[in-house]
């Protein structure tokens, strides 16, 4: 049962993180699309770090997906409640 536990704290964390690169994503995109021509090299930075960003959720929503597999295959019920 520790293990169920622990995957649960697991999952409420990535669902927060994801929530925090969801909003992040957000910004950067509003601040892309308003931006000023002018400044390529910061644009340019600021693409990168978008990328690193979706790079990053991409890779969260996959260790959320294994760890909901996990949690799915314990059998337990009412796995997704906290």
């Given at each position: 049962m520790a293990?169920i536990?622990?995957l649960?704290?697991?999952r ?18 509003e601040?892309?699309?308003?931006a ?10 600021r ?6 960003l979706?790079?990053?959720?991409a890779?969260?929503?996959v260790?959320?997906?294994?760890t909901d597999?996990?949690?799915l295959?314990?059998g ?7």
């Amino acid at each position: 049962m520790a293990i169920i536990h622990e995957l649960k704290t697991r999952r409420r964390d990535l669902l927060n993180d994801l929530d925090e690169l969801d909003d992040s994503i957000a910004e950067l995109t509003e601040a892309l699309t308003g931006a000023a021509t002018g400044d390529e090299d910061a644009l340019d930075e600021r693409r990168q770090h978008l990328g690193w960003l979706e790079r990053q959720r991409a890779g969260l929503l996959v260790v959320l997906n294994e760890t909901d597999r996990a949690l799915l295959e314990s059998g337990e019920d009412g796995w997704d409640s906290p």
